[in-house]
C-alpha cells in the first residue's frame, strides 16, 4: 500500500463529491479485514506496526469519506481550493441575514415544538447547501465556488448543534 494515495485511490472510489455511504462502509471492512495487526503476527513486530499503520490511515480515510461536509472540504483541497476555515469567514450579507434570523429565533424559542421547527428549517437547509456542493464539485467542476459553499455550512452544522444543546436544556 502506497501511503501517498488519496481517500479516494485507497477506498477504490470515484474521486467525486456523490457517493454511496453503504459503499464507503463495506470497503473500510475490506479494508480493515485486509490490514487488521492481527493478520501479520506471524511476520513479526515490524509487519504488525506497519499493519497498524495502515489500520490508522484506513479510519482517517473514513472518517473523512463517511462525513459529506469532510469529503466535501477534502475534495475542495484536492482540486486547490483550500477551505481556510480560521481566516476566511467572509459570507454573502444574505447568508448572514439568515443566519441572525435563525439565531433571533433560537433565542425566541420557549418549546419543544419551536426548537424541532427551527431544527426542520436548518436541516432543509443543509441538505440544499449539500446539493449545491455537489452541483458545484460533481458538475460544474468549480471548487472554488464550493469551497464557499463548505465555509457556509459549517455554519449551518455548528447552529444545528446549538439547536440540540438548546433542546437538552429544554429537556433537563
Known amino acids: 500500500m502506497d501511503l501517498s494515495t488519496t481517500d479516494f485511490q485507497l477506498f477504490g472510489?470515484?474521486?467525486r463529491f456523490a457517493?454511496?455511504?453503504a459503499e464507503i462502509d463495506a470497503r473500510w471492512k475490506e479494508l480493515q479485514r485486509e490490514a487488521h495487526p492481527d493478520k501479520f503476527a506471524a511476520?513479526?513486530?515490524?509487519?504488525q506496526r506497519v499493519a497498524l499503520q495502515w489500520s490508522v490511515r484506513i479510519n482517517e480515510a473514513y472518517q473523512r469519506l463517511k462525513d459529506p461536509l469532510?469529503?466535501?472540504?477534502?475534495?475542495c483541497e484536492l482540486r486547490?481550493?483550500?477551505?481556510?476555515?480560521?481566516?476566511?469567514?467572509?459570507?454573502?450579507g444574505e447568508f448572514l441575514m439568515e443566519q441572525?434570523?435563525?439565531?433571533?429565533?433560537?433565542?425566541?424559542?420557549?418549546?419543544e415544538e419551536e426548537l424541532d421547527a427551527l431544527s426542520d428549517r436548518v436541516l432543509a437547509r443543509?441538505?440544499?447547501?449539500?446539493?449545491?456542493?455537489?452541483?458545484?464539485?460533481?458538475?460544474?467542476?468549480?471548487p472554488r465556488g464550493a469551497a464557499q459553499q463548505v465555509r457556509a455550512l459549517m455554519?449551518?452544522?455548528r447552529f444545528g448543534a446549538d439547536i440540540e444543546d438548546r433542546l437538552a436544556q429544554l429537556g433537563q
Open 13 to 15: 472510489l470515484p474521486q
Open 19 to 21: 457517493q454511496e455511504r
Open 43 to 47: 511476520e513479526g513486530a515490524a509487519a
Open 70 to 75: 469532510r469529503r466535501a472540504e477534502y475534495l
Open 80 to 92: 486547490g481550493a483550500p477551505i481556510e476555515k480560521h481566516s476566511n469567514t467572509a459570507m454573502p
Open 100 to 111: 441572525m434570523d435563525w439565531r433571533e429565533a433560537l433565542d425566541e424559542a420557549d418549546s
Open 126 to 142: 443543509r441538505r440544499e447547501m449539500l446539493q449545491r456542493i455537489q452541483e458545484l464539485l460533481d458538475v460544474q467542476d468549480d
Open 155 to 157: 455554519f449551518v452544522e
